[in-house]
C-alpha cells in the first residue's frame, strides 16, 4: 500500500474509534497504526473489573476484538468477527496498563486471520487470542 493510502487509513481509523460508543465506554486508544498491525491501549479501572479487582474476562475479549479488527481495517478491509480464542495466561489486576497488539497473519480475499497479545509496561504477557474475520469489503472505495 502507499503511504497516502496509509495515511488515509490512518486518519480514517483514528476517527472510527472515536466515534464508536463502545471503544469509548471501555477507554480503548490506538497508539500506533502500520497496514496489517495495531496498537491499542487500555489502563484497567475498575469499570473493567470483576469482584476480585481483575479484568473482567469480556472486558480483555472487547479489547482483543477490537485489536484484531483494527489490523484487518488497517488493510483496508471491512470486516466482522466469524470466530476467536483467547488465552488468559495470567489475571490483568486494577491498574495495570495494557497494550494489546493485533496483527494480521492472513490477508484473503473472503478472511483474514489476526492474532493479538496484550502486555504490561515491563512486556509480561498477560492474554493472547487469534480470530478469524469475514471480509465485507473494501473500508476505504478507490484505494
Not at 460508543?21 to 496498537?39: C, Q
Not at 473493567?48 to 469480556?58: A, D, K, L, R, V
Amino acid at each position: 500500500m502507499s503511504e497516502d493510502i496509509i495515511e488515509k487509513l490512518t486518519s480514517h481509523l483514528q476517527l472510527f474509534y472515536r466515534q464508536n460508543p463502545y471503544v469509548e465506554l471501555l477507554k480503548i486508544r490506538i497508539d500506533d497504526i502500520k497496514e496489517g498491525r495495531v496498537v491499542l491501549k487500555m489502563d484497567i479501572e475498575k469499570l473493567h473489573t470483576n469482584f476480585y479487582e481483575m479484568s473482567h474476562g469480556g472486558a480483555l475479549m472487547s479489547l482483543a476484538d477490537t485489536a484484531m479488527g483494527a489490523a484487518c481495517l488497517s488493510c483496508n478491509k471491512k470486516v466482522v468477527t466469524l470466530s476467536f480464542n483467547m488465552n488468559f495466561i495470567k489475571g490483568v489486576p486494577l491498574g495495570t496498563k495494557l497494550e494489546a497488539t493485533g496483527t494480521v497473519v492472513h490477508n484473503g480475499s473472503r478472511t483474514m486471520v489476526c492474532e493479538t497479545e496484550f502486555v504490561n509496561e515491563e512486556g509480561k504477557v498477560f492474554c493472547k487470542g487469534s480470530g478469524t474475520f469475514f471480509v465485507l469489503g473494501k473500508l476505504l472505495e478507490g484505494n
